[in-house]
């Protein structure tokens, strides 16, 4: 995904050099074929803060030009974030990862 | 019969701690974790208070996986061009049994699930507990998994899965979950070599610097921190999630920011990002803590919101391997004592009672409010740096003016009132004093 799908506020300049996706890129994803998340795009549509889109720091949330949301659950830290910030009854379906998969941190 | 005696839910501090007690008591222990290894999943920011450990691991300090001891610890207010700093320093903290300590939550928490297994506990990782098993009373009798056959049964089932807890949920201890009781914690660990983190934070050896930062977060309540491990720098801020969304500022701009105020900037500069990475933080202490028992089932660490975050406080692993520690212990008194209901396993909320885990949280129980507050966030920091300014400014010919006169002057002009400054200090006082 491009930084500018990721909603054009990504500007590389903003920390040093790094493009999202660079930064993206220094944490490890054993990535799951199956979502555990859901977002429910009908739920979205008429929502009119978005916290999602600025609060999730793997900036998963991007809302299209025709006022929807799409989400890509790949490089997902686990966090909570989301369906913390969002006030929308079944806007997000959020569960763990399959055992073994998802965002690992490394040893040294 | 059950399958075993006891299962513990989450290989992070608590869950580690509370199969050590509980399988050194002779019970048959199953330790689950959900990633590849204890530890994967888990970040934060940097700073571990092992004291706790003395009772359990002997000696831990010659074996624990530590980076640097922290010798220096420094508080920062920042507004956008002022800095001010209390910086402490002890040597005594570079020595056993020592205070603080940098380490990695990945080299941590395997460290930790390793004695686990030595005590007995059987680890199995890669596997997610999706649900509680429960009797028709609604006891809890075990746990569901995602593997096939893979439910679990067990006299008694702590829960120790960390700050998103859908066992606690499940088991209906959580009245709500609130947004405004969580900050978002993200995290940048940049690299640099040994001699020059040494040189930048005038440390040597082994010793190392925390620094907790008050303003620098861009608007968005919350706070930053700077650590030093061996090889890198942990930078990172813990940002009130109900602002967050509001404020329009997403959180890797928040640590740009930060990074480039004119007193963070030299530190880090040159810093290799190594890591990106962000966790949840439950941070509104007693004010949102769940009930911890219920028949058959105990929770502990961070699914409790036992985490303190108070401000220059940032104490969640301490907190998680006593009440783990305590949970392990008080299931093995209600398994030997036969009685597996929430009154045969009181003794967990004695033991948090009696020590630490509560007094410290009843203690500072309006500080976190307090700390993440819009005066103390907005208006405070840029009102202390003024006088301190002016109370360092020379501004001859004119008279150096009193401080009496600073305070009052600077208060008004920050637009701050007599009535909450005064409310303010007194809780504060009344936490912190
Ligand atoms: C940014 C940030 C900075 C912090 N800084 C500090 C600091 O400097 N010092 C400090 O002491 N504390 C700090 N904390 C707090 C500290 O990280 C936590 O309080 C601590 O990790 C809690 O430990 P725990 O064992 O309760 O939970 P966790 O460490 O979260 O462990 C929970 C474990 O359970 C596993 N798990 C969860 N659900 C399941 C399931 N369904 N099935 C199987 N396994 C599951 C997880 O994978 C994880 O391993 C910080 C936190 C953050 C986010
Ligand atoms: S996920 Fe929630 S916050 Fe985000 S756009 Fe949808 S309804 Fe709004
Ligand atoms: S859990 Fe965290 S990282 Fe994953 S989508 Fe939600 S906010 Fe983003």
Redesign the pocket.
Known sequence: MSDTARGGMLEPHAWGGLSFQERMATAEFRIHHTPHIVVDGRVCADCSTRECVVACPAALFVPTAEGGIVFNHEQCF??GTCYLVCNREGAITWS?PE?GHGVVFRRT | MTDVDVIV?????????AAITAARAGLDVVL????PF????????????PRILDGLIPNWWEEAPVQRWVTRRSTMLLTPTQALTVDFRSQAWGAPPYN?A?AY?PDW?HWLAGHAEAAGAQLITS????GLLRAPSGAVTG?R?DRPDGDLTAKVVIA????????AKEAGLYEHTDAKHF?????ETLALPKEVIDERFAVRDNHGV?IEILGGTGGVNGGG?L?TNLETLAI???LKLTKLGAQKARPEEIIAGLKRHPAIAPLVQDGELKEY??????EAGLTMMPKMIADGLLV?????A????AGIW????????A??MYAGEAAAEAVRAGDLTAVGLAGYQRRLSDTFVLKDHRRLKRAPELVLSDRVQHLYPQMIANVAERMFRVDNPDPKPGLRRILAQERKRAGVRRRDLARDGWIGFRSFG
């Open positions: 686990e966090c763990y055992g | 839910v989450g290989g992070g501090p608590a869950g580690s701690c689950i974790e959900r990633g204890p530890g994967s999943k888990n970040m934060y920011g940097g700073v571990v208070y603080g940098t939550r928490d596997t997610v507990v999706t746990v998994t120790c899965d960390g700050v998103n807890s859908f066992l900050t978002l914690g993200v995290k925390d921190f650590y990172g801020v813990v990475s962000a966790h949840v933080i439950p502990a660490g961070d699914a409790a036992l985490c303190l975050a940032l104490e969640g692993v301490n907190f998680a391997m009440s783990g």
